[in-house]
């Protein structure tokens, strides 16, 4: 779709230069209408002379009575010309035009006509002649004058005149554009609003824009908020579901303790196992639930909250007095849950220091799609490829020396799951331990987007 700023403006253009092209030939036709005026009245009057010197003698011949001459009369090819026809027989010249005749009709008595003719040397003429009747002839005397000077001074002022007129037009588009621009100025305030909307930095689109666009505002608005309250009623409806099974699911849990059940071996861990998955589905959901909303929540300060993980971690683990390092790019951006983040970074920040020799890394960034992306990374012994992919499962421990449950890297795929993210696996380059990076996309400037997956690739 044209932009409304590229559609003003071409139409601006068109508009102006159609006004200027309008303003320009009305112009140049007016101004030469006027010299023509000028220049015929200005030949009438030497007409009205010539007419009043003209007589016819004894003899019959016509005479002027002019003692003298205007200069540019007697001087050949000068441009001002006067011929005097009587009957269509005798002709009289003005000593300028020399032997050429003015092809011109009679004119009738009284009566005054203005042509254009041919002229000496290719001349462009301008003639005025009027009829006049003496002692039973008629006459007509015919006074011109050569346009084509005045019509090239009439073009050097049409060039000046030109280029006046495009500074003009180009003055007035340059206006033009810049009122448009003011004038969208509040669009691109809600733009701009939409995208700190998205980030969750406001609830609302700000209302200060032209009152052809107010309405569509105030539209969205309202939509954003019966939206914003269908997912809050729906995000405590599911909550107060998994809340709900909670209960009876800690008294079957209870239950599976009964020693009639025990008795059972089989029974007892199927019962175990059945309760474990429901429990785990329970969690993932009111995740989700609790997820759902960080589309548009403020991001995570995760200077402040990776700071206080790592003053956490270094009093647990106190006694080995390690060296936790953290970089973290000022463009990461975590829009999430809070406790999700903790959770995170906490359990693998907590595995990270458990297996360090002496250095830990905490790395915060973007990914190549402007994701978050979290890598921590260690100096301790690390885990061989073919134990990659079964670390993350829920439970499994490779070391079984060490206390613990094995649910760390479980509990951080739910997590990441949650959000769509990835979940890789390997080997330090720099430090030489265990390496672990957490990838979460960004969709449509957005640091979520719903799971689609239950299982995520774990990369070595």
Not at 161 to 186: C, D, E, G, N, S
Not at 249 to 277: N, V, Y
Request: net charge negative; proline share 4%.
């Amino acid at each position: 779709m044209t932009s409304i700023l590229k559609a003003l403006t071409i139409g601006l253009t068109l508009s102006l230069g159609a006004v200027f092209a309008v303003q320009w030939s009305a112009g140049r036709v007016a101004i030469e209408a006027m010299m023509e005026d000028y220049v015929a009245a200005d030949l009438r009057q030497d007409a009205e002379e010539l007419s009043t010197a003209l007589a016819v003698n004894t003899g019959g011949e016509s005479v002027v009575g002019i003692s003298h001459f205007d200069p540019v009369y007697l001087q050949p090819g000068s441009g001002h010309y006067f011929q005097i026809t009587a009957d269509d027989v005798d002709t009289i010249r003005s000593p300028s035009l020399g032997n050429f005749n003015i092809e011109i009709g009679a004119t009738a008595p009284g009566r005054t006509e203005t042509s254009r003719r041919a002229g000496p040397d290719r001349q462009q003429l301008l003639v005025s002649a009027i009829g006049v009747e003496r002692n039973a002839r008629q006459f007509t005397i015919a006074v011109a004058a050569d346009m084509l000077p005045i019509r090239e001074r009439i073009d050097a002022f049409l060039v000046r005149y030109t280029l006046l007129t495009l500074t003009m037009f180009a003055v007035l588009l340059a206006l033009q554009v810049w009122i448009v621009r003011r004038a969208l100025a509040p669009l691109r305030r809600a733009q701009a609003d939409v995208a700190r909307l998205e980030h969750g930095e406001i609830t609302q689109l700000g209302d200060s824009v032209p009152s052809e666009v107010l309405p569509l505002i105030r539209n969205v608005n309202h939509l954003l908020a019966v939206l914003g309250e269908r997912l809050r009623r729906s995000r405590e409806s599911l909550g107060n579901l998994s809340h709900a099974l909670k209960t009876p699911l800690t008294l079957l849990t209870q239950m599976s303790d009964h020693e009639s059940i025990r008795a059972d071996p089989a029974l007892h861990t199927q019962i175990q196992e059945q309760l474990r998955a429901l429990g785990g589905s329970i969690d993932r959901e009111l995740r989700r639930a609790r997820v759902a909303d960080q589309s548009s929540s403020p991001a995570v300060d995760l200077l402040a909250e990776i700071d206080l993980l790592v003053l956490t971690m270094r009093k647990l683990h106190y006694e080995r007095d390690l060296d936790i390092a953290t970089t973290i790019s000022p463009a990461a951006r975590f829009r999430g849950d809070r406790e999700d983040l903790i959770e995170l970074a906490g359990n693998l920040l907590d595995n990270a220091c458990k297996w360090a020799s002496r250095q830990v890394g905490v790395s915060i960034g973007v990914d190549a799609t402007d994701g978050f992306l979290l890598t921590i990374e260690d100096d301790g012994p690390g885990c061989a490829d073919q134990d990659l992919e079964r670390i993350a499962e829920r439970g499994v421990r490779l070391d079984e020396a060490r206390a613990g449950h094995g649910l760390g890297l479980a509990i951080v795929r739910d997590i990441v799951s949650s959000y769509g993210g990835e979940l890789s696996l390997g080997r330090s380059s720099r430090l030489g331990g265990m390496l672990v990076s957490v990838s979460i996309p960004t969709v449509g400037g957005l640091g979520w987007r719903a799971p689609d997956q239950e299982k995520l690739p774990l990369a070595s």
